[in-house]
């Protein structure tokens, strides 16, 4: 059985085996999840679309299917689309662009990587608890984990239970891309000393340098640093020098928050952040992001004004609530919510109902919900869909 609660793919004989805070979390938040409300009648809504000189469609996409309405949508009404709170994507998204990416899945990780470097510190841990179970491949080489930043020793020992040589590394986060660059200078630089090699060196140096296949993890989330983006940048740099000798690949930890981005970059060519004119789209990572766009509302307060809000997943969305006391006011309002929910899962064959795709190291699904919606209420995509016509 597969535990649907995030993307690490963890299965037990019993799902009730598998504990974790997320999971407890997350069915807590599953049984007192809001009931679906009704929206105004089709007839009303298209004479406020078509009216509107301004609209924003955001929130929180989880599906393919809605994913793919709501850019159609954005394309037919000339709208800016931007997924809310998926400013962290973008910090991969914007150095990715610049520099390119050496990556590497999940289950390739698991199978090919002998030195695994984890960057962060304990919020990492506690948002990924089982993270050094899922990258375990359970055999006999034990395998090399440098925990590079912030961390204690109780994340150390999570990775040590779960076989790892684990060694910590005390550093500022933002100074990590520079100590490693500073590392490898001296490696090679050591390496051309003969007498290096019969002095000894360090074992997690030594482990290092003849490591076949390095991964390098982090979770953009996880960066609470100005210009995170070009962090990230430096740090590609890094792992692009590394493959000069040995191979070395990034494996960014991505959350379902990335799910518009991946479909809107097959769609549009872009990864969000795309506004529509005579359905060509138009990609400013900065002005048109969603926080732009209700920023600039008040500028714009003659003209109507439309957010078309999406939400298929069961959290709130404080971030509206944050700017309607003074952005949001006298824009109209329409709210999408979802007839299921969609999370995680693992394989095709489930018992459940769910449609799924691939989405680098998980494949998300959609798995019908514990409560019985009101027929007369349509799902997210449908509405999309309906209006788009």
């Given at each position: ?12 004989d ?10 407890v ?20 809504l ?12 955001t929130?929180?996409i989880a599906?393919?299917?809605?994913a ?25 998204v ?7 990416l050496?990556?590497?899945?999940l ?6 990587t ?10 990492f ?14 055999k ?7 925990l590079?930043?912030?961390?204690t ?25 520079s ?20 002095s ?22 996880n ?49 969000g952040?795309?506004?529509f004119?005579?359905?060509?789209p ?30 298929e ?22 709210e ?7 999370f995680?899962?693992?394989?095709t064959?489930?018992?459940e109902?769910?449609?799924m ?8 699904a959609?798995?019908e ?12 995509s449908?509405?999309?869909e309906?209006?788009?016509k």
């Amino acid at each position: 059985m597969i535990c649907p609660l995030c993307s690490l793919l963890c299965d037990a004989d019993d799902l009730r085996d598998i504990h974790c805070e997320r999971r407890v979390a997350l069915l807590t938040q599953f049984h007192s999840i809001r009931p679906t409300t009704s929206l105004p009648h089709q007839p009303d809504l298209l004479p406020l679309l078509r009216s509107a000189k301004r609209i924003l469609v955001t929130g929180r996409i989880a599906s393919v299917e809605t994913a793919r309405a709501a850019v159609a949508f954005a394309s037919k009404f000339n709208a800016t689309i931007d997924c809310a709170e998926s400013g962290h994507v973008f910090k991969n998204v914007l150095a990715i662009q610049r520099s390119g990416l050496n990556s590497i899945s999940l289950a390739e990780a698991r199978e090919l990587t002998d030195v695994f470097i984890i960057v962060g510190d304990d919020h990492f841990q506690t948002t990924v608890p089982r993270l050094p179970i899922a990258l375990s491949n359970g055999k006999a080489l034990t395998k090399t984990v440098l925990l590079l930043g912030d961390f204690t020793n109780e994340s150390a020992e999570q990775w040590q239970k779960a076989g790892f040589d684990t060694w910590t590394v005390p550093c500022e986060l933002s100074s990590v891309p520079s100590a490693l660059s500073h590392w490898s200078l001296w490696m090679d630089a050591l390496s051309k000393d003969a007498h290096f090699e019969v002095s000894g060196a360090n074992p997690l140096f030594e482990r290092m340098r003849n490591a076949n296949y390095t991964s390098v993890v982090w979770s953009a989330e996880n960066l609470r640093m100005a210009q995170a983006d070009l962090w990230v940048e430096r740090l590609m740099q890094w792992i692009a020098s590394r493959n000069e000798t040995n191979r070395c690949a990034a494996l960014p930890w991505a959350s379902t928050d990335g799910t518009f981005q991946q479909v809107c970059t097959w769609l549009t060519g872009f990864p969000g952040r795309v506004a529509f004119k005579d359905g060509v789209p138009s990609y400013d990572p900065h002005k048109n992001s969603y926080e732009q766009w209700i920023e600039c509302t008040p500028m714009h307060a003659h003209e109507e004004s439309v957010i078309v809000l999406v939400d298929e997943t069961i959290n709130s969305l404080p971030f509206l609530k944050q700017h309607q006391s003074q952005a949001v006011q006298g824009t109209s309002l329409i709210e999408l919510t979802p007839s299921s929910v969609r999370f995680p899962t693992k394989v095709t064959g489930l018992e459940e109902n769910a449609d799924m795709f691939r989405a680098d190291q998980c494949l998300l699904a959609r798995v019908e919900a514990a409560y019985s919606p009101r027929p007369f209420v349509k799902s997210a995509s449908d509405w999309l869909e309906e209006l788009s016509k």
